[in-house]
């Protein structure tokens, strides 16, 4: 039997993806976040348009230890997202983090100091193990895998708009400190696994947000050749509260070591 149009439409709806998109839409404004949907930018090694699914942003305000705020001025965070909906079975590799460029890492994204006491308290830095590498049930080319494209987009918009303009309007003289991330957002984790390098153990499946970590190379805006290391927060949507505490907890670091 012939589908009639609205079955045809809604299929379309139901493959898309962007149900669960607009989901993660709606529960970032519930919690305060300006959100831009589907921003393009230009890939600087194919030379095409691409899009990120969202780029949210929130401003903190600056308040004192007594809860008073300092006049307008705010901490902005800023993410990079990617909404993956998880449909066939992937399994991730996790292994040590690599302690000294998370580190540094954290040093250069934050006013943090090394071997100061709250640097370890960055939520990049509470973890001792990441995910390394990944591969999808399907045996699909590597770059067709959910993980290895949903990483690209993320960080290659984050590279891209990186040091651009808050998209809060209201609020862009105001900023004191911005902090980026790259996210990827997935609808659950019940078809992730993980499996420890080195280790015997049977695949298990994850539970708690976690980190990918990625040394990363690509072209820049001037096309030149850069390399960096990056953590990609893998973010559960049932647990996507509890992500947004932790970059609460580290905007109450960089507030109080920088003492505004």
Known sequence: MKKTDIEQVKEIIANSGNNFHCTVLDRLKEKGWTVLISPYYNDNVSDKPREIDLIAEKAFDIKRSDGKLIGTDTVNVKL????KYIPQKIVLWFHDKDRVKAEHLVLKITPLQKNNIYTKDHHYLRDDSVAKLFAD????????????????????????YRGSESIIPKNRESIKFKLDYPVIICNDFNNLYRVDIGSSDEPV?????????VNYAYLDLSKKHSNEYFLID??????IDAFLEDLQKDVNIVIFIKDF
């Open 205 to 213: 499946i994850i539970n708690d947000n976690f980190q990918l970590e």
């Open 137 to 160: 049930e399907k045996k699909q080319k590597t770059e067709n895998e959910i993980f290895y494209k949903a990483l690209n987009q993320s960080l290659n918009s984050m590279v891209y």
């Open 234 to 239: 893998i973010v559960s949507y049932g647990k």
């Open 80 to 83: 990079f997202i990617e909404c």
